[in-house]
Structure formats: structure tokens, C-alpha cells
């Protein structure tokens, strides 16, 4: 296969026209059609911009005698996303950014690709206010690993977080760790969980803090109880809480006493 046979299949194979081809290298159609019917030859800046759209090697494109076969070999394990992410974005702009744009490495008010980033990002990493991929970063942030304001994930970090391994101020997963912590196993400032270890308030099957409450086995410092609390018993844990937990984790203190 000659350069142009090669341009012309990789750009049928990932479903371009000659205009959308020549809309992203910033040349004519005409350019293009000369490419594939080999009466000119693209500019190196073109061939390495190809080479990074359409995942394959230089020399790949540049010798005759290679198949796309052999550089099938080299698709690092990520077929969905050759095929499907050929670059494409709106010709509308917001302080020169893309109203939508997907791409390997996508930038856009909404951007999709291995890398995103954008108001809305989603790939497998993602950084946007909304964000989703394996690594995902943002104000509200869902992945494989989550850090954001809000994150949910198997790994999860953020002054919301919910996951299997929850780490941030208001924590929720199988084990978490946080300010206010729940989970199977909670550790923080109040936890609550089947194990739960905190340094002021634990609440659940084994409990272990300064004020600890259990339904099996409770060890309090200031007050421990081991199963129903009465009317005196939340009194006497209030007045405790008062006592024990400083001024700068009030509000942490006063969202305890509303569920007891």
C-alpha cells in the first residue's frame, strides 16, 4: 500500500471525510484528495498529527511494505476507544473553548477521551466540575479512583465521599475514614459502623471512643452504654459530647445529637 492508499483506508476506517480530515490538519480538501491519490505528500506536522489520531506508527505510513495488521499489535489494549474516539468538536467556542470536543485528549466546555478535561469530562481520566473515568477529578467526581468535593468511587477522597475505601470530612464506605465516618469499619473524629473507632463518639457492634456506644461491646473513656439508650442515657451522652468534643468540630457534634 502506497501513503495515500494508507491516509485514504484510516480515514474511511474511522468514518472522516476528506473535509473533516482537512478541518482538523488545517488544510484544504483538495490537500487531502492529493494525499490519497498520491500527487502530494502531507508535511511531517501532518503525518506525526495522523499518526497520533488514527494510533499508528510513522513507519507504519511511511513504508510500504508494513500491514496495518502489525500495528494492530501495538493498540495498547484499547480497541473501544480507537475506533470510537475520532476527533471531532463544535465550531462554537467560549473564551476559545470548544462547546463539545472528543478526542484522545479532549478539552471542552463537554469533553470525552482517554484524557478529558472540561466542564463536564468523562474518560478514563477525567477532570471537569462533573467528571466520570477510572481516574476521575472534579467538584462531583464518579471513577475508579474519585477525588472531588463529591466523590464516589472504589477509592474515593473529598469532603464528600462515598466507596469502598472512603477517605474526606463526611465519609461513607466499607471501610472509611473521615471527620464523620461511616462504614463496616469507620475510624474518626464520630464513627459509626459494625467496627467503629472513633476519638470522640462510636456508635455501632463494637464501639470504641470517648463516648461509645455498642450492641455487643462498647469501651468509652466518659460514657459507654451496650445496647438501647433511654431518654437519660442521650441526656447523659449530649452532655458528654459537650464536654469532650473542642469548639472547632461543633458542627460535627451537633449533627450526632440529631439522630440519637
Known amino acids: 500500500m502506497t501513503l495515500g492508499d494508507k491516509i485514504s483506508k484510516l480515514r474511511k476506517d474511522n468514518n472522516y471525510t476528506q473535509e473533516q480530515l482537512a478541518g482538523i490538519l488545517g488544510v484544504s480538501r483538495q490537500s487531502v484528495s492529493k494525499w490519497e491519490g498520491n500527487l502530494a505528500y502531507p508535511e511531517t506536522d501532518k503525518l506525526i498529527r495522523m499518526s497520533e489520531m488514527f494510533q499508528c506508527s510513522l ?111 463526611l465519609t461513607a464506605g466499607a471501610i472509611s475514614f473521615g471527620v464523620i465516618s461511616i462504614g463496616a469499619i469507620a475510624t474518626g473524629e464520630f464513627s459509626v459502623g459494625a467496627l467503629a473507632i472513633g476519638k470522640y463518639f462510636a456508635l455501632g457492634d463494637n464501639a470504641r471512643a470517648m463516648v461509645a456506644i455498642g450492641d455487643t461491646e462498647a469501651a468509652g473513656s466518659v460514657f459507654q452504654k451496650i445496647g438501647e439508650l433511654s431518654a437519660q442515657d442521650i441526656a447523659d451522652v449530649k452532655q458528654s459530647l459537650d464536654t469532650v468534643v473542642p469548639a472547632y468540630f461543633s458542627w460535627a457534634k451537633e449533627l450526632i445529637k440529631l439522630f440519637l
Not at 511511511?62 to 489494549?77: I, P, R, V, Y
Not at 463537554?110 to 472540561?118: D, K
Request: aromatic share 8%.
Open 59 to 169: 513507519d507504519y505510513l511511511l513504508k510500504d511494505d508494513e500491514e496495518m495488521a502489525s500495528e494492530q499489535q501495538t493498540d495498547l489494549g484499547l480497541p473501544f476507544f480507537r475506533k470510537r474516539l475520532q476527533e471531532r468538536k463544535s465550531e462554537k467556542t467560549v473564551m476559545g473553548m470548544p462547546l463539545w470536543h472528543i478526542a484522545r485528549n479532549a478539552k471542552g466546555f463537554v469533553a470525552v477521551g482517554l484524557n478529558a478535561r472540561g466542564v463536564i469530562a468523562i474518560g478514563l481520566k477525567a477532570q471537569g466540575v462533573v467528571s466520570l473515568g477510572m481516574l476521575s477529578i472534579g467538584v462531583f467526581s464518579f471513577g475508579m479512583l474519585s477525588i472531588g468535593l463529591l466523590a464516589i468511587g472504589l477509592f474515593a477522597l473529598g469532603v464528600l465521599s462515598a466507596g469502598c475505601f472512603a477517605l474526606g470530612i
